[in-house]
T-cell receptor, first 113, second 111 residues
């Protein structure tokens, strides 16, 4: 069964460093998303992406964040200068159609020290 | 702004019991509602998606219902098993593609 994959599973970085989180969505899906979950809190929407453009972003997704689909299969989230409060589990998701069922990857646990 | 609430926050039941998990949302103008399962430290597994035009969806021992007018959805689990122990999340989508999540109900099924 096709699934969303994410790498790395765990990333530790120092405050102020740049990180890139990688995702491979399900191959025939057209809509891509990033969410995050701070420990003990709700899953929060960050950004949606379709046709090589951001469709919507939350207030969390400020200028420190960017997304890219560099090669037709990968979907990346970059955080330019990490802060302690960026420590969270980051989930990538994809769906085949607009407002369709979203399938989530296993997540990348980001720890900023 | 859509707010999603799940009650109870935690539930412990004996194996074999039928149970209902509740989800409420403040804005009834939703496109769909999705139920997920999350195991500790893991990703989200989609269980059921109910479109706004539907009233319920079934998958195996799971049945989810949606009442948009009252802003409520329920997930019914029949004949619960220890393997059903996990956190169950509901999420509402209001047409902007983003899912708004509840905090989840942590279910423990005791053998």
């Amino acid at each position: 069964e096709p699934e969303v994959t994410q790498t790395p599973s765990h990333q530790v970085t120092q405050m102020g460093q740049e990180v890139i989180l990688r995702c491979v969505p399900i191959s025939n899906h057209l809509y891509f998303y990033w969410y995050r979950q701070i420990l003990g809190q709700k899953v929060e929407f960050l950004v949606s992406f379709y046709n090589n453009e951001i469709s919507e972003k939350s207030e969390i997704f400020d200028d420190q964040f960017s997304v890219e689909r560099p090669d037709g299969s990968n979907f990346t989230l970059k955080i330019r200068s990490t802060k302690l409060e960026d420590s969270a589990m980051y989930f990538c998701a994809s769906s085949e159609v607009r407002s369709g069922e979203q399938y989530f990857g296993p997540g990348t646990r980001l720890t900023v020290t | 702004k859509q707010e999603v609430t799940q009650i109870p926050a935690a539930l412990s039941v004996p194996e074999g019991e039928n149970l209902v998990l509740n989800c409420s949302f403040t804005d009834s103008a939703i496109y769909n509602l999705q139920w997920f399962r999350q195991d500790p430290g893991k990703g989200l597994t989609s269980l059921l998606l109910i479109q706004s035009s539907q009233r319920e969806q079934t998958s195996g021992r799971l049945n989810a219902s949606l009442d948009k007018s009252s802003g409520r959805s329920t997930l019914y689990i029949a004949a619960s098993q220890p393997g059903d122990s996990a956190t169950y999340l509901c999420a509402a989508e209001g047409g902007s593609e983003k899912l708004v999540f509840g905090k989840g109900t942590k279910l423990t099924v005791n053998p």
